[in-house]
């Protein structure tokens, strides 16, 4: 099973409000990401987390404050977005970060509508 | 920085055609990946290629690694309209870097 799962599918929110985006995989998987991608182009790396710490940081604003509550779960919290922050936020899951462990597996992303 | 090119942007074939994406990286890489988005979907692992001159087959689908770990491509044969997608490349360096650098991707369609 090479499942993530990701909610809410959908989600619109004003520049004032805050929100969270949730993932959450059962593979057993230690390492897990935030991506942003805009239509017609390729997912942006945001966080890297390994072993529930987090390891990258792709110099993303502080509206965008990542949580990984355990090895299962990967939260993105959002505050205060930009219309130009509407995207689609996938998350992924590797079994590690090192060698033939780093295949990625995404979710469905979340399509997020900031007006 | 690392920085993989994916050509074409866009092909559009006739079914039954055969259809090739190729990518390129400024640097060696350690493994690549490849990635398959449908509309409105979300990427889908494909495959990884690991080793130099390294050829896989899924199918329809033979996905290749240079001999000098820069370059890879996937070629379908007879396509479908089932393969309509982005298929994007994904290059991993070595070392401690856990950045998969994606190229642009190619767009394919497939007129039945």
């Known amino acids: 099973d090479t499942e993530v799962t990701q909610t809410p599918k959908h989600l619109v929110m004003g520049m004032t409000n805050k929100k969270s985006l949730k993932c959450e995989q059962h593979m057993g998987h230690r390492a897990m990401y935030w991506y942003k991608q805009k239509a017609k182009k390729p997912p942006e790396l945001m966080f890297v987390y390994s072993y529930e710490k987090l390891s990258i940081n792709e110099s993303v604003p502080s509206r965008f404050s990542p949580e990984c509550p355990n090895s299962s779960l990967l939260n993105l919290h959002l505050h205060a977005l930009q219309p130009e922050d509407s995207a689609l936020y996938l998350c992924?899951?590797?079994?590690?970060?090192?060698?033939?462990?780093?295949?990625?597996?995404f979710g469905p992303g979340t399509r997020l509508l900031v007006l | 920085g690392q920085q993989v090119m994916q050509i074409p942007q866009y092909q559009h074939v006739q079914e039954g055609e055969d259809f090739t994406t190729y990518c390129n990286s400024s640097?060696?890489?350690?493994?690549i990946q490849w990635y398959k988005q449908r509309p409105g979907g979300h990427p889908v692992f494909l495959i990884q290629l690991v080793k130099s001159g390294e050829v896989k087959k899924q199918k329809r689908l033979t996905f290749q690694f240079g001999e000098a770990k820069k370059n890879s491509s996937l070629h379908i044969t007879a396509t479908q309209t089932t393969d309509v997608g982005t298929y994007f490349c994904a290059g991993l360096s070595g070392g401690s870097n856990y950045k998969l650098t994606f190229g642009k991707g190619t767009l394919l369609t497939v007129n039945p």
């Open positions: 640097t060696t890489l350690s493994n």
């Open positions: 992924a899951s590797s079994q590690g970060l090192a060698g033939g462990r780093r295949t990625q597996y």
